[in-house]
């Protein structure tokens, strides 16, 4: 393995990111060429860094599936899509619940006959201290960014093993490794499905399917709305820095993996 180290100019992101290669020269050779063509399930693709991933693998070639609650929030970042010449479909699907997640890649199937990238990225958050919380709003948080996670990579392995290949990424936190208060459940969410990837990625690997986990920083979304308390926005990344982490890790070459890539502001943990 090869960690590299921090890439970073006052004004842009930090990046920290570790890849397993068996030659590394190879980097020099990513392109476009490498990701026009490919089948890319988005979850929590209506907004945010979802939408910003659907939109860069889009121009970049793939033809991507859109994956939400939200119907009409779905249709729109569609519409923004083919409006600029690329191809999407739009799959309303709650990705914690097993039945929806087997429809999601069957339809997906069934339109494209193959899966090639799966992005987790739903999640949410609800922060309050442990004494307050109670088991609801626990599960509610534990379902969106951990069963998900597991539901919809189980989900795709059969399709990605009959083809030897693919890559599925997994858009977790910082909190994946840094605790913060009243945050209980995100922390052990994130901690839990970083370690869920870990253990994907060792499992797969010889299948030649790629396991990567983005632990990013702050991000101005809408995962901030109705929280009275929040960083600065200015200071934060923006979804699109990490869509473009995103496009650089799917178009690595197949001869490596990219394992774990974490992008912080410039001033660090916000």
Known sequence: MLCLGRFEKKTQPVLNFCIASSNFGILTKWGKSVIEGKIAIITGASRGVGKATAMALSK???????AARTQNDLERVADEIQASGGKALVIRADVTLLDQVQQLVNQTLDHYGKI????????????????DSDVESWNKVLDSNLKSVYLCSKAVLPPMFEQQSGQIINILSIASKVTFQFSSAYCAAKSAALAFTKVLREEIREHGIRVTAVLPGSINSPFWAGMETHPDFDLMLTPEHIAQTI??????????????????????IL
């Open 116 to 131: 090639d990238i799966l992005i987790n990225n739903s999640g949410i958050g609800i922060f309050e201290s442990v004494i």
């Open 60 to 66: 970049h070639g793939a033809s991507v599936v859109l």
């Open 247 to 268: 496009v650089n890790i799917v178009k690595s070459p197949r001869d490596m993996t990219i394992e774990e890539v974490t992008v912080t502001p410039p001033l660090g």
